[in-house]
């Protein structure tokens, strides 16, 4: 089955740059979504297709990918992203959705 | 508004029975896929099943932790989808979600959550 992997946690300071990595086998080949996951709420999809962006979400929140690594990218973050975020993919060889890990962001 | 809303958790004993319901409203859920995701204590989210829409026959498909166990069916009169989740393990222990998929996209909305406890 189709795994992916992403880093634990990721630390940034307020007004600089976070970048979640998701690693999958050829990852490139896949339509990867992200989620933002708050304690206690709802969780929020940031990016759909890759690249997408749903309305209502900032602009700082971009995708990308190459290779075996897809890539979420939050420029000047701020107090308010902090939340574990998760990437995601389809898995046509077992007809099954997966879920990364998972990565806590914590803003310093 | 699209809005889902999960209800039926609570504490159920290892080997028990318990039925979740998600009322769907703003939308037709049977123009949608459903889907359950949950998150036991401490862990990340993990896909428990889907269902297709009514134009593709409300197919399911499980992850091989609760196939056999879980199974998902829907109620178009109540514009509902009900997870019944059969011989519960401790390890079932987790925060249930009831969300809408865009066939083979995201999942663009997510209820707030139903917590399942298996305990003795």
């Known amino acids: 089955s189709y795994v992916l992997t992403q880093p634990p946690s990721v630390s940034v300071a307020p007004g600089k740059t976070a970048r979640i990595t998701c690693g999958g086998n050829?990852?490139?080949?896949?339509?990867v979504h992200w989620y933002q996951h708050r304690p206690g709420q709802a969780p929020v999809v940031v990016i759909y297709?890759?690249?997408d962006r749903p309305s209502g979400i900032p602009e700082r929140f971009s995708g990308s990918k190459s290779g075996d690594t897809a890539t979420l990218t939050i420029s000047r973050v701020v107090a308010g992203d902090e939340a574990d975020y998760y990437c995601?993919?389809?898995?046509?060889?077992?007809?099954?959705?997966?879920f990364g890990g998972g990565t806590k962001l914590t803003v310093l | 508004e699209v809005q889902l809303v999960e209800s039926g958790g609570g504490l159920v004993q290892p080997g028990g029975t318990l039925r979740l319901s998600c009322a769907a409203s703003?939308?037709?859920?049977?123009?949608?896929?459903m889907d359950w995701v949950r998150q036991a204590p401490g862990k990340g989210l993990e896909w428990v099943g889907r269902?297709?829409?009514?134009?593709?026959?409300?197919?399911?498909k499980f992850a091989a932790s609760v196939k056999g166990r879980f199974t998902i069916s829907r109620d178009d009169s109540k514009n509902s989808l009900y997870l019944q989740m059969n011989n519960l393990k401790t390890e079932d222990t987790a925060v249930y979600y009831c969300?809408?998929?865009?066939?083979?996209?995201?999942?663009?909305?997510w209820g707030q959550g139903t917590l399942v406890t298996v305990s003795s």
């Open positions: 969300s809408r998929e865009r066939a083979a996209s995201a999942f663009d909305y």
């Open positions: 703003g939308f037709t859920s049977s123009d949608y896929y």
């Open positions: 269902s297709r829409n009514k134009a593709n026959n409300y197919i399911t």
């Open positions: 050829n990852i490139a080949t896949q339509n």
């Open positions: 297709y890759d690249y």
């Open positions: 995601q993919v389809w898995d046509s060889s077992d007809d099954h959705w997966v």
